[in-house]
């Protein structure tokens, strides 16, 4: 790889300590964006047009799909390059505060409307869509960083000599006859 393109698209672990939390906040801060930008909401609770019942601007599918598709690839990008806690919170975490302000500023009361059902909802689909993309994104990656040596044996490693039939046990097994000796 070239040093931009390591810069990039390289670990997050292995870059310095500025750039890796400069790059986490940037993500943070596009994902909020990307809310914003696409689920428009007016903090004020205005009517939307002069004599509308209707006091946010409503949410239109483009804008649900054009959100869905920058979280993703906000989820690919951070699950590439991080541990997989953190596209959770720098992709899942900004929407989901940002949904439950917006909710939370409606005048209807909580206990009378479905917002609090709704907000966990959508945030429980948030959070499941990016952790599932952001593992399948840690699958294309060519050095994990994550050793698991010494944690996973296998079967031929398991210090049996190749001429006792395999497996490594330290008890002996009762003998079928019992006048044998073992």
Do not use: I
Request: proline share 9%.
């Amino acid at each position: 790889m070239t040093p931009m393109t390591e810069k990039l698209l390289g670990l997050l672990s292995k870059r310095p300590w500025t750039e890796r939390w400069l790059t986490r906040l940037l993500g943070a801060a596009l994902s909020s964006a990307a809310y914003l930008l696409c689920l428009p909401w007016d903090l004020r609770n205005r009517p939307e047009s002069p004599g509308s019942t209707t006091e946010t601007t409503p949410v239109s599918v483009l804008g649900v799909a054009a959100l869905a598709v920058t979280l993703l690839l906000l989820a690919v990008y951070f699950g590439r390059r991080d541990a997989l806690a953190w596209p959770l919170l720098l992709v899942a975490a900004p929407p989901a505060t940002l949904m439950y302000l917006s909710f939370r500023t409606n005048p209807e009361p909580p206990d009378a409307s479905l917002w609090p059902l709704t907000w966990a909802f959508s945030t429980l689909v948030m959070a499941a869509g990016v952790l599932v993309v952001a593992s399948v994104a840690r699958q294309f990656r060519e050095d994990t960083g994550d050793s698991t040596d010494g944690l996973v044996f296998s079967h031929s490693s398991s210090g049996a000599s190749p001429g006792t039939g395999g497996g490594s046990s330290a008890v002996r097994r009762p003998s079928l006859n019992p006048g044998a000796r073992s």
